[in-house]
């Protein structure tokens, strides 16, 4: 078992560059969460917010059983469960981010669609009133004074909004619209922000109008889409997933981004089930992946990118895959539900802790001190850790 980190080296705030990959022996003190599923987690001082569909989780000793509503929290240097943070929210969590003065903004399928609350009792904050309405929220991220918001509502924008970060009113400047989407609404899946940069993707084929399939890049400063656009999602997967991104992230400089999708088992130039980087300040209508690595047929949901390591999650069973097909190809390794690549080469490193494959894994929260992992099983690095654990830098 991994020896326990001290609290000076793991309380940092997310998110941090990483100089070296994370051990694969997950701390035997993070809490179980007993059924459902982990959508998102959140990081606030020394707090773990952990939100998604359940209704049950226990403390690291399994001795102690608390109800808990799709939303709960614990601290980071113990796993004590917070007894006075308990939520009443009537359905799933699907995006966190941590707030100022010791609270969390939460968005997801449940009324209001998005919220923030104290961390010390749980209640909603005074005066944050953002109106989201239509629709879920699925994705969030603050910066300063500003939250981004990314789902499928309808109001006040559609699918992408910037929100005060105290009041929750739309930002009038900001109104670049999701649009010609592949599904019979516009969704966006996955959001993250980087100095001037907005990265999104979702269901979409335009952003504003112009042509961005299902992947843009939009100037914070300016509020308008970036001369940034790429055909790689272009190609169709599987006719189940007319639209397949899910998850991405900004490397912790920004310079670039890596997007996972879903999509089965299709082969040539399509990136179904595929982990893509991309560099973040290309200019053009035509630009090409920097690397691209295929599991041959298994999804993707979740990705961190740390400097260090591009951390992918979903329920795959391999990585380094282009020629499988449901299958192992030539140069295919193992990968059980967990993997982390090479940010330069694109090529899995060695580090395989492995994972109870299920829907896989749909969140992830790098940190000064490790890599938080949320998902629906209850194997991690070959030990019990229900839906819930962490890999601590070594």
Known sequence: MFARVTLAAIIALAPVAQQRVVSADPVDFTPHVLDGIVNAIALVGGTVVVGGSFTEVADPSRTTVFDRENLFAFDLATGRILTGFEPDLDGPVYGLTAGPGGTVYVGGDFSGSLTRL???????????????????????????????????????????ARLDATTGAADPRFTVTPGAPLTPRAKVYALAVSGDRLVVDGSFTTLDGRSRPQLGVIDTGTGKVADWRTEAYVPTCMDTFPSYVRGLDLSPDGRYFVVVST????????????????????????????????????????????????????????????????????????????AAIDPRTGKALAWNPGRER??????FLAYSGGLLVGSDTTRLGREYHARLGMFPLP
Request: aromatic share 8%; glycine share 20%.
């Open 118 to 160: 104290s961390l010390t009792d749980g209640s909603a904050v005074p005066g944050f009133e953002p109106r989201i309405g239509g629709g879920m929220v699925t994705t969030l991220a603050r910066r300063g004074s500003q939250l981004y918001a990314g789902g499928d509502f309808t109001r006040p924008r559609t699918a992408l």
């Open 263 to 338: 999509g089965g088992p299709r082969g040539g130039n399509r990136l179904c089930d595929s982990a893509v980087r991309f560099e973040t300040y290309a200019k053009g209508q035509r630009i090409a992946p920097t690397w691209v690595n295929k599991t041959g047929g298994d999804s993707l949901y979740a990705v961190s990118a740390t400097g260090a390591a591009v951390y992918v999650g979903g329920h795959q069973r391999w990585m380094n895959n282009p020629l499988g097909h449901d299958s192992a190809g030539p140069g295919a390794v193992p990968r059980e539900g967990i």
């Open 358 to 363: 299920g829907i896989g894994v749909k969140a």
